[in-house]
């Protein structure tokens, strides 16, 4: 990936529409730091990036306008989440255009540390989510992986509370869909049970079975997200001490 097609991309996602411009991001082509932040990085991927909520670069404008963060951390923090998102489904699209193909890594807040010593990232700024960016092997077979039956994702005017059969029909279309790609199969992807026998070969091991076995076993790090966040200097209160 040349640096002209990578600048590209990055003014692209920077183009995203944006409710207080809280993202930043930072990128390596470094094996080795690829491999530090024990993100899962693909091995054969040119390149990494991590967005970042940014609040530091926020309470410096605010310095120079002379006046003193003393907002929401949670708000700011969601908000600058809307931000990310935006950035990331921008530049997405823009490398889609390019012929590159991404994955993203929604683990990186919970590498909040190993990220911000890595990268030099001082606190106020936050670890929302990484990509791997490159170029696809054309000889992979590249599916379109299922999605929710949209009746089931998108209402008009009224949330729809999803019945048992609504329920069914959304597993069957992620399980059977996943299932004929042989996707967890090729993968060899499997989350392990901490209680219990796995009798539940991969023929019949999908997605909902994959989710909920993320989902069932408690927090994936030794600290809650909460506590993670207090470490990057964010507050779970009112009490301010803003450090520029």
């Not at 605010?62 to 809307?82: A, C, E, K, N, P």
Request: hydrophobic fraction near 40%; proline fraction near 5%; charge should be negative.
């Amino acid at each position: 990936m040349t640096d002209e097609i990578l600048t590209k991309l990055l003014k692209a996602g920077m183009r995203a529409p944006f409710a207080s411009q809280l993202c930043s991001v930072v990128y390596t082509r470094d094996k080795t730091k690829m491999t530090d932040v024990r993100m899962g990085s693909y091995p054969t991927a040119p390149l990494l990036l991590v967005f970042l909520i940014d609040v530091r670069r926020l309470e410096k404008i605010m310095t120079q306008r002379s006046h003193t963060y003393i907002f929401d951390d949670l708000m700011t923090l969601w908000v600058g989440l809307q931000d990310v998102t935006l950035v990331v489904q921008n530049l997405t699209l823009a490398a889609e255009a390019l012929g590159l193909g991404s994955v993203l890594l929604g683990n990186a807040p919970l590498r909040a540390d190993i990220i911000a010593e890595t990268f030099n990232i001082p606190k106020r700024v936050f670890p929302a989510v990484g990509m791997n960016l490159g170029y696809p092997d054309p000889t992979e077979n590249t599916e379109i992986r299922p999605r929710f039956p949209l009746k089931n994702s998108a209402f008009e005017d009224s949330y729809l509370d999803h019945s048992k059969v609504d329920i069914e029909e959304c597993m069957k279309v992620m399980d059977e869909g996943m299932l004929a790609q042989g996707y967890y199969i090729k993968e060899k992807t499997k989350v392990k049970l901490k209680e219990g026998i796995d009798d539940i070969g991969f023929d019949r091991y999908s997605w909902c079975e994959h989710i909920s076995r993320k989902m069932c076993q408690g927090r994936w790090s030794d600290d809650a997200l909460f506590t993670i966040l207090q470490r990057h200097g964010f507050k779970p209160n009112d009490e301010r001490d803003p450090q520029i």
